[in-house]
């Protein structure tokens, strides 16, 4: 995560269809639809009945399927893609997804959300029988596990795969005659299944399957594997059953609004939590309630509906600033907030706001944006978050700096607030977030979601970092994580 993009980053987005004519140009689109989950690169493989087909490109999708060459050489009814943001800075070829590989029933190709805990430990063991790896992605553990198995079908050889696996994943694969779907046992990252017509569907979220017209169906359950073939959709259940534990981080920040999981509208949770947090610490001296765009928004109206303020656009964000722009130069770097944020001064000059964020990451954003708003005549600048503080590291696919890095784990919120100039500072608790998400309170003995970045309290064994802490002679686990 660079100091100027002071914000979470989920690593990645997947989908798959199986049974269409246009299967390469609607994974395109559907992969569009996911851009948000991963911006750096993007990739394709496709079969048409006789051969596999493979783009990958450290692009954007438009610009990566933007040359109808690339597109008239993907061919076939089935395919899978996947969007990839990376954790290491460096966005390598070998790296993008999906992996292809030749196994004993032919070709396989994956593509992978999430993070294996265990995949370094895993990965050591491969390659002292043998293994030879081609990239540093966590995902190649699965290939190599699958090549190893005695048994026959890739469906069997996937399942006796990833029972040595731990850790976060929602994966999607293919062989020559079927698409599959697998999320992990405690169902931390999404994944859904959908319908268009006679084909089947497996995407990240719900909106992949919007913009192609299709139908959603629903979720696919935590532990369960979704095989798409010939004769339809079949169902299996190979791993021990756990409780869920999806991370309720995709319904404050990661997921797109217009997206639903777990039955619920993303963009609802969102105005639920602002509201929750406008009950919780409530600023009614204020004149306006003011989103940071753009994840803001909606918590921003439940604050201000429940407040009974008015909600304005404070802040207009340019929408034409890539990430690369605002990193050529230190010169330059300090002015990446400006690029991407201008306050709009008619509206704030003589205000008493509250900015709605939905997380403070290092706190240098929102350190710039407070002070945005006092150079445009705010006369007072209140900060509410719709998250608790994020006091420890992600292990479960999702891009965040080391604990130690984090405002919340070295400050309180009096630190934070002095830190960010701001005239108050409040966060929704972690009971009000689970109020807004339809449950009375956290269940501390069993969690309803993975909540571990506020919590520390991690829903999977922490293999590889618990051997890292012991000493172990193990490479960056960082750079394991699924890129």
Request: charged share 25%; aromatic share 6%; net charge negative.
């Given at each position: 995560m ?14 798959g ?28 493989a496709?079969?048409?009945g006789?051969?596999f ?30 969007n990839?943001y ?22 396989f ?30 995902t ?15 469906v069997?050889?996937l ?5 040595p ?79 869920p ?20 509208s993303?963009y ?22 003011v989103?940071v ?17 008015p ?31 201008n ?6 000059a ?22 945005m ?8 600048v ?7 503080p ?10 965040t ?5 984090l ?6 919120v009096?630190?934070?607030r002095?830190f ?33 970045c ?23 686990l ?6």
């Open positions: 660079n100091e100027s993009d002071d914000k979470f980053h989920d690593e990645c987005g997947v989908f269809i199986y049974g269409h004519d246009d299967a390469a140009t609607l994974t395109m689109l559907g992969l569009h639809a996911l851009q948000h989950r991963g911006q750096e690169a993007t990739g394709m496709c079969f048409d006789h051969d087909h493979v783009h990958r490109a450290a692009e954007m999708v438009g610009k990566a399927y933007g040359d109808p060459a690339v597109m008239a050489q993907l061919k076939g009814s089935l395919a899978i893609g996947h990839r990376s954790t290491t800075g460096e966005t390598s070829t070998r790296n993008i997804q999906p992996l292809y590989a030749d196994l004993a029933f032919g070709g190709a994956i593509a992978h959300n999430g993070n294996l805990t265990n995949a370094t430990t895993l990965r050591t063991d491969l390659v002292q029988k043998g293994a030879l790896f081609q990239s540093t992605s966590d190649e553990v699965i290939v190599h596990l699958m090549a190893l198995s005695a048994q026959k079908m890739p069997d050889k399942i006796e795969a990833l029972k696996v731990k850790g976060a994943y929602s994966l999607i694969a293919c062989a020559k005659d079927q698409v599959i779907g697998v999320r992990d046992p405690h169902g931390i990252r999404p994944l859904v299944l959908g319908r268009l017509g006679d084909a089947h569907i497996l995407a990240s979220e719900s909106c992949a399957l919007d913009i192609i017209g299709a139908e959603f169906i629903r979720d696919v359950e935590p532990g369960e594997m979704i095989v798409l073939d010939a004769e339809g959709v079949h169902s299996k259940r190979p791993f021990e059953k756990v409780s534990r999806f991370c309720i981080f995709e319904y404050i920040y990661f997921a797109r609004p217009d997206s639903v999981m777990d039955g619920k993303v609802e949770m969102r105005k639920n939590i602002g509201a929750e947090l406008a009950r919780e610490a409530p600023c009614t001296e204020a004149d306006i309630i989103p765009p753009d994840s803001g928004v909606p918590a921003a109206i439940g604050f201000a509906e429940a407040s009974n303020l909600f304005e656009l404070g802040i207009i964000r340019s929408h034409y600033i890539g990430r690369t722009f605002i990193q050529p130069s230190d010169s330059i770097r300090h002015l990446g907030v400006k690029m991407k944020h306050a709009n001064r008619a509206l704030i003589g205000k008493k706001i509250v900015l709605v964020d939905d997380s403070i990451v290092r706190g240098t954003t929102s350190k710039k944006i407070v002070d708003m006092r150079k445009a005549g705010a006369t007072e209140h900060m509410r978050v719709s998250s608790p994020s006091i420890h590291s992600c292990f479960y696919g999702i891009d700096p080391k604990s130690e890095a405002l919340a784990h070295q400050k309180s009096e630190d934070i002095e960010i100039g701001a005239d108050s500072l409040a966060y929704v608790t972690i009971d009000g977030l689970y109020r807004a998400a339809g449950e009375t309170a956290r269940n501390n003995d069993q969690p309803q979601y993975c909540d571990a506020f919590t520390g309290d991690y829903a999977i064994e922490l293999t590889d970092y618990e051997n890292h802490k012991a000493g172990a002679k193990v490479t960056d960082r750079e394991h994580r699924n890129k």
